[in-house]
């Protein structure tokens, strides 16, 4: 109750920040949702490809009605903002990230500041510079499901030699 509690007190927060993942095994989760359904319409999907060092990733968004995410775009430093999160810190952007449709000027009630949020259907590219001593890399798409308040997840793992994007299931992703 006090875990809660304190996760709908800071979802409006900016004052705190994002805790980097440290390990491969810090990426263990859940792999289907914590014995609550997921809102209807709701989805998330990870794939891409790899080239050489450099791997796109193409992450498609499905947000319910009359729900919306805090784009990645945003200039405010909310924790629960659209993200991507790697395992290894060497990882790094090649290209910046896109959005289609571009996310959209939306109210956010807490700040009460207009600020760039996914209304629709969105897919977000990115393409990530890999270590060549890297061979498999472990990530997490992260963000806060508005005005539901609710932080989701899903991990996925890159395997450099072979190419693939494998990806688990979209899990509730309450703190520690």
Not at 40 to 60: C, H, K, M, P, T
Request: aromatic share 8%; with cysteine.
């Amino acid at each position: 109750m006090v875990c809660l509690l304190l996760l709908l007190t800071a979802c409006g927060s900016t004052d705190r920040e994002a805790t980097p993942l440290k390990t491969k095994d810090a990426l263990a989760g859940p792999t289907e949702p914590l014995g609550q359904p997921l809102p209807e319409g709701f989805d998330i999907r990870v794939s891409g490809a790899v080239d050489g060092g450099q791997v796109l990733l193409n992450i498609d968004v499905d947000i319910p009605m009359g729900s919306y995410v805090i784009s990645a775009l945003s200039d405010r430093d909310y924790l629960g903002k659209f993200q991507v999160r790697w395992s290894d810190s060497l990882i790094t952007p090649a290209t910046d990230l896109t959005e289609s449709p571009v996310s959209m000027p939306g109210w956010e009630p807490w700040d009460q500041v207009y600020t760039p949020m996914l209304f629709h259907p969105t897919t977000i590219q990115q393409t990530w510079t890999v270590p060549n001593s890297i061979d498999t890399a472990s990530g997490e798409v992260f963000f806060v499901l508005e005005p539901q308040c609710v932080p989701y997840a899903v991990n996925f793992e890159v395997v450099m030699a072979k190419g693939a994007i494998t990806s688990g299931l979209v899990h509730p992703r309450y703190p520690d």
